[in-house]
């Protein structure tokens, strides 16, 4: 049974909520089992709960303050400005998660569109089939003096070496008919390729980047979207370095 405390001369009365708030205590650690789950659907903790909470609070204390000693007029404000500010911050994660949402569903859409092209992803072997060679080319986070591919056999012997000279910062797609350091055509297998720069005889960054089609587009456990590729490697829709 639920009973409301009066206070002051003027008879005003105050629900066990209002009285739990001020106290900072909560009637709920003396509710049974079976009365739990009404309990905490009618104690509200939301932003909006609190400010209603706080407004009849603040109601019945005026009601009842004592004339020679009046209510801070400032501290009030600052109550009223901290409510205001948690209400505007739920709020503002409301409109991120759904913008987040619509993020994500826009970036499956162009993903999908990305089906049964070829791109340049990072990776470093690429595939030699009857004196041809899959796409393949570098990343530079910054502009290089010379820039130089070094392709190896599946036995790790260095079989060629590709000098591609001068090369801004960027992407940068390579085309190579698979040879021997002497010019004889590779034979068909795997390669592995590196790729090193140099800016003032230091050593720069650089990552390789092989071709593959996109097959299909997966959802990943991160919610983002990611590209299944011909070589069985799944990348990031940002991982695409460039669409061949």
Same mark, same amino acid.
């Given at each position: ?6 206070? +002051? +001369? ?5 629900? &066990? ?12 650690? %003396? ?11 009618? %104690?509200?903790?939301? @932003?909006?709960? /609190? ?8 109601? #019945? ?21 901290? *409510? ?14 759904? /913008?987040?949402?619509?993020?994500? @569903? +826009? ?8 089906? !049964?092209?070829?791109?340049?992803? &990072? +990776?470093?072997?690429?595939?030699? #089939?009857?004196? =041809? ?15 130089? *591919?070094?392709? =190896? ?11 591609? !000279? =001068?090369?801004? #910062? ?33 050593? #720069? ?35 695409? @370095?460039?669409?061949?």
């Amino acid at each position: 049974m639920t009973t409301n405390t009066t206070i +002051g +001369g003027s008879g005003t009365t105050v629900s &066990p909520t209002l009285l739990d708030t001020m106290n900072g205590t909560s009637s709920s650690s %003396s509710a049974t089992s079976s009365t739990s789950s009404t309990s905490s659907s009618t %104690s509200g903790t939301s @932003a909006a709960d /609190l400010q209603t909470t706080f407004l009849q609070l603040l109601v #019945a204390q005026m009601q009842n303050q004592d004339p020679t000693n009046p209510m801070d007029s400032s501290q009030m404000t600052s109550q009223l400005a901290q *409510i205001s500010t948690v209400q505007g911050i739920s709020q503002l994660n409301t409109s991120l998660s759904s /913008l987040s949402t619509q993020l994500s @569903a +826009g970036q499956q859409s162009q993903a999908a569109l990305l089906i !049964g092209s070829t791109v340049l992803a &990072p +990776g470093n072997s690429i595939t030699v #089939a009857s004196g =041809k060679t899959n796409e393949f080319g570098v990343t530079l986070a910054n502009s290089v003096s010379d820039l130089q *591919i070094v392709v =190896k056999n599946s036995a790790g012997t260095i079989v060629n070496t590709l000098d591609l !000279g =001068k090369q801004s #910062a960027g992407t940068i797609p390579v085309g190579w008919t698979p040879t021997d350091s002497a010019g004889n055509t590779l034979p068909d297998g795997t390669y592995t390729i590196t790729a090193t720069g140099t800016i003032n005889g230091q050593q #720069a960054t650089a990552t390789t980047l092989t071709g593959a089609t996109v097959e299909s587009v997966v959802q990943q456990s991160s919610g983002t979207p990611g590209l299944v590729l011909s070589n069985g490697s799944t990348v990031d829709l940002t991982g695409v @370095a460039a669409i061949l």
